[in-house]
């Protein structure tokens, strides 16, 4: 709201003066005027300091001697600086100063084409000191006309008839706050500050009243109501809502509700035909419908502030707020989190999730500390009026983190690297723990909020990184793929990226004990999937017409077996198994190599018991690229298969979409996760180890604990359990990177945590609960499920013989994991006799006509007169 009058105090008097207006009255209006002397710079910052939610200050800075410290004043909120010619000079080379925050003071050395010239064309205002010829600049302001700049008047005799004739002529007055009442009647020597601010606020309605808009202070309208000179003189004088009701008389708001407002600012729109009050409500609301506002309850910003401070008054005991309050570490954490998340969004659906994400964490911190919305929204707008403005470079760590230009490996570090010792990550009051909600206390957004998958890096990002290796594995091929092998993997002496079958004895060298546990869990998996061959049916859909269906093996099939933050040979096994059963004629496996160039061990024996043709050293996207389109010795594949981490999923995308490659891939399978179903019957210690067995994958892994109707100390038990077996692993600091988002659910029966796991969707699903048999009925999504206490999900991702490259992220409700089927493909066929023919001609003839597709009928009715005529 521009000043409509400025009301001047000394800086050095204005907290103790008790002449004139108070400062509260002061800040009713929302403007003051003042002069800085050349040893004051100090107090008026400070002033502006303690000031500048309060006011907008406009500064007589004449005799500060350094433009530096006039930018100074202006950088610590002042709105404008009243200068002389010479200061306005220096001013207008200052890059980032809006000149429409300086207005150039008329002197007695000035003329006035001096000034004319100094402000033409700019915005840069103009302020006439002690007046004394009041007409004069009446005339002077009227020959100017409308399109002038900002004129400020103080006068030599400032009486409220020369005070109203330069509002009049569209000035602002400056006039000593100690001259100015908010009651005239018990103060008739001074003048009454409500008739100046209504003097020139125009009424076009019969009874003269004033359209009032009432808002609160984030400027969000509570309602409309009407004013009156005597309205506004009696709110500034009780520093309350008054206004005028049309049939009522004066109304003080509240005053039988007991709905009262706290008079904040009064201020007008651009044409002074409106006036608005801003207040700070108290009690219900401002609408007598008891609503916050006449327009309905609060939404937004302004809702979730409301609720936050409601919860922080009184939160449920065991409430998510009632945790976040309580501990500021989960809060910070949470923060750090959720700006994560929002820097690495890129869809505008995501920015705005993940935005939404963060300014609910960041306003809980707000209201934690006792901090409004209307307080960070003044800070937002004295930042605003900086000059001297910061280069806006990342600090320190976050600098080296995000640098744009960080060579490759340290996009990788950022991505998986585990949680220092120092890092907080995954920890509550130093345990290793999992942060808990309860269903029955929490709103449905948080659960779900709790259930979200860790973000992957923004697939912009990833792809921004995988086209290029992409179109570099396409174009130069093996020479290529060893460089990036070379770089990722520091296998700098490797020459040639493929190893061909038959395999060298010794490069599968393994102990007996190895060599055993590798059979046994081949043997299981041969037969687990060879038992979902599926035969070949045979169906008579009508009298003469015979459908069939028969599969048939993909024939070259290419499986990435990851290698980045551990080996995984069980995931060699679980890919070339099925493709051996199924019958692909070429099975080429890739993983990445080690540093000195070798694969490991058990990958080059699972490859030689499954026949593979070759083994690809190579990981990443370079892997998928060179299967997919074949380099000079890597065999190009039809379908690619396996699990891997964002550079191996979006290298896969990337390839099954292009149609020139003439490749499909599985699935998405990314990071491992797993959700244990326990009630009461489960034993801790196995809960617990069955959580972190996945927890261990990355830190990009996520756990999920639905604990049905348990106790506080069966639920203690069991976190104590995760806390003692998970600071006794080697990979603790990876496991403590997944328990920072992974949670415990607590709900109350059997029926709802199914619920829960179905929306889910999780990679693994454990039971731990009483007849869990049972319960595998209700599960709808689920990428493999591990049933009863004897059933860790470790037996699935080694023996038991089920397939452990699984749909992950949520995609076990539309996707299989890898079984005999991911090998094969369908063909159907169709055998009619003649009289199959009679029997479904019609049809087919009659649909053809339909689509008005002659040839397809004309296929049939040929056969069928063909037949007529006995020709056939
Ligand atoms: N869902 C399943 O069935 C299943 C099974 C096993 C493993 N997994 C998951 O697979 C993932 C394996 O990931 P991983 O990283 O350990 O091995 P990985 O083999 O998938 O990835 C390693 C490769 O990534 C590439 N890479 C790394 N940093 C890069 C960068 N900055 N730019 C370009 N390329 C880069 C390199 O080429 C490297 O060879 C884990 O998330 C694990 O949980 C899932
Ligand atoms: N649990 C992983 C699937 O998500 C597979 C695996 C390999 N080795 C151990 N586990």
Known sequence: MSATILPQVDIATYATSTQGLSLQQLSFIGSVFTKVGANQVEDALSFLRQTFARFNTYIDVHSVPSVEEVLSLLDAGAVKVFVTLQQLEQLKSVKNLDLDRVAVTVSDESTREDIINAVAGTTVGVYAEAVADIELVEAWLKEYGGERPPVFISLSKATEENLLKVMNSGAVPVISAERLTVN?????????????????????????????????????????????????????????????????????????????????????????????????????????????????????????????QKRKASAPEGSYTARLYNDPKLLQAKIMEEANELCEATTKEDVAWEAADLLYFALTKCVAAGVTLEEVEQNLDAKNLKVKRRKGDAKGPWAAKLSVSAPQDEVKEAASVPKARSDPAGTIDGRIEMRRFNTATEPNSVIQEALKRPSQRSSEKIMGIVNPIIADIRARGDAAVLEYTHKFEKATSLTSPVLKAPFQQALMNLSPETIAAIDTSFENIRRFHAAQADKPLTVETMPGVVCSRFSRPIERVGLYVPG??????????????????????????????????????????????????????????????????????????????????????????????????????????????????????????????????????????????????????????????????????????????????????????????????????????????????????????????????????????????????????????QYSGVNLGSYVKHITSSNLSPEGLKNIGSAVMQLAKVEELEAHRRAVSIRLEHMEKGTG
């Open 184 to 308: 005239p009647e018990a103060d008739p020597q001074r003048i009454d500050i409500a008739k100046l601010l209504i003097a020139n606020v125009e009424s076009d309605r019969v009874d003269g009243l004033f359209p009032t808009l009432v808002t609160d202070e984030r400027g969000i309208a509570l309602g409309l109501v009407y004013s009156s000179e005597k309205s506004v003189s009696e709110s500034l004088r009780t520093g309350a809502g008054v206004y005028q009701s049309r049939k009522r008389g004066l109304w003080y708001k509240g005053a039988t509700s007991g709905d009262t407002q706290e008079l904040i600012k009064i201020g007008f729109d651009c044409d002074q035909d409106c006036v608005r009050f801003v207040v700070r409500q108290k009690g219900k609301g401002f609408c007598h419908l008891s609503t916050a506002t006449c327009f309905g309850e609060y939404s937004g910003l302004s809702r979730l502030q409301q609720t936050l």
């Open 564 to 813: 980045g933050t551990a080996v995984l040979p069980s995931t060699a096994l679980m890919l070339g198994v099925p493709a051996m059963v199924a019958g692909c004629k070429t099975i080429v496996i890739a993983s990445p190599p080690r540093a000195d160039g070798s694969i490991t061990p058990e990958i080059v024996y699972v490859a030689h018991k499954v026949g593979a043709q070759s083994i690809v050293l190579a990981g990443g996207a370079q892997a998928v690229a060179a299967m997919a389109y074949g380099t000079e010795s890597v065999s190009k594949v039809d379908k690619i298969l396996g699990p891997g981490n964002q550079f191996v999923t979006a290298a896969k995308m990337v390839v099954a979409n292009d149609t020139s490659a003439g490749v499909s891939i599985d699935m998405p399978a990314g990071p491992s996760e797993v959700l244990v179903i326990a009630d009461k019957t489960a034993n801790p210690a196995f809960v617990a180890s069955d959580l972190l067995s996945q927890a261990e994958h990355g830190v990009d892994s996520q756990v999920v604990l639905i604990a049905v109707d348990l106790t506080a100390e069966q639920l203690q038990s069991i976190e104590n359990e995760v806390d003692r077996q998970a600071n006794a692993l080697p990979r603790v600091d990876i496991v403590r990177g997944a328990i920072s988002h992974s949670v415990t659910l607590l709900v109350k029966d059997i029926k709802e945590a199914m619920e829960y796991s179905n929306l889910y969707a999780p990679e693994h699903l454990i039971l731990q609960v009483h007849e869990p048999e049972k319960i595998v009925e209700l599960v709808q999504n689920a990428g493999s499920v591990f049933v009863g206490p004897w059933t860790p999900e470790s037996v699935g991702d080694y023996s038991a013989g089920v397939n452990h490259s699984l749909p992950t992220y949520g995609y076990a409700k």
